[in-house]
């Protein structure tokens, strides 16, 4: 059983990471093999539209023929049992490098078909792991579900199932005196990294354990 997880932060060590590595933790618990990819250690681009996955008879249909450091995560992607991606939200939705990431991971299984078809024969366990700065509420109030769920929808689509973890109003600086940040109670984010980030880890730390066990 293998689940890999990517990560679409470019902090190797805080919020997304450690979410991450606690969802490895729980299917290295099962038993399972895991592997954590740093988008932001590789060169590569989103979609170049060069619609090499669309072309009839062609050799890279229903499959990314771009050749760079995606590549090889990609051609994992065709092997493992479960996925688990994680982002910081930046400016309302996933960090640029996890939008790229996703338009080369989505587009070339997303058939033009009538109707689209999801062109990968395997079925797999996939969720969302998404940390952000705001609380629950203001998630909501400023529509941010609206958009990730669209991500969701393609994962289900494509990988036959998906799940979204949301860590909210998250610590985003080791020492918050040394910012101008006067819009964050600095008492207020330690305690909640105290007392609520445990319990994202916690649920991280289920979905791999979970995913591992076969269970979605
Ligand atoms: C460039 C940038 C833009 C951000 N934009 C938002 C945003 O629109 N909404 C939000 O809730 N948090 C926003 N944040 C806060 C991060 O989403 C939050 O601190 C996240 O947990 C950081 O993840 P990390 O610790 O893995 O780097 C932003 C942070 C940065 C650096």
């Known amino acids: 059983m293998k689940l890999l997880a990517i990560n679409g932060s470019p902090r190797k060590k805080w919020n997304t990471a450690m979410l991450l590595e606690k969802s490895l933790e729980?299917?290295?618990?099962?038993?399972?093999?895991?592997?954590?990819?740093?988008?932001?250690?590789?060169n590569y681009k989103g979609c170049i539209s060069c619609f090499a996955c669309k072309l009839k008879d062609?050799?890279?249909?229903?499959?990314?023929?771009?050749?760079?450091d995606l590549t090889p995560v990609l051609k994992k992607i065709e092997e493992i049992d479960a996925l688990i991606l994680g982002s910081p939200i930046y400016f309302t939705t996933v960090t640029g490098e996890m939008r790229s990431f996703l338009e080369r991971l989505f587009f070339p299984y997303h058939s033009y078909t009538d109707p689209p078809l999801a062109l990968l024969p395997r079925k797999i366990h996939t969720g969302f792991i998404y940390t952000m700065g705001v609380t629950e509420e203001l998630m909501v109030k400023f529509g941010y579900e609206k958009h990730l769920s669209r991500n969701a929808m393609f994962m289900q689509r494509i990988f036959g199932s998906s799940e979204s973890l949301f860590s909210f109003d998250t610590y985003q600086f080791e020492d918050y005196s040394k910012f101008v940040?006067?819009?964050?109670?600095?008492?207020e984010k330690a305690k909640r990294r105290k007392e609520i980030f445990p319990l994202d880890c916690q649920k991280a730390f289920d979905m791999g354990s979970r995913f591992a066990r076969g269970k979605g």
């Open 181 to 187: 940040a006067d819009r964050f109670d600095p008492e």
């Open 26 to 42: 729980g299917a290295a618990s099962q038993g399972a093999e895991t592997e954590l990819v740093h988008l932001y250690d590789l």
């Open 58 to 68: 062609g050799k890279s249909y229903g499959k990314c023929a771009v050749q760079d």
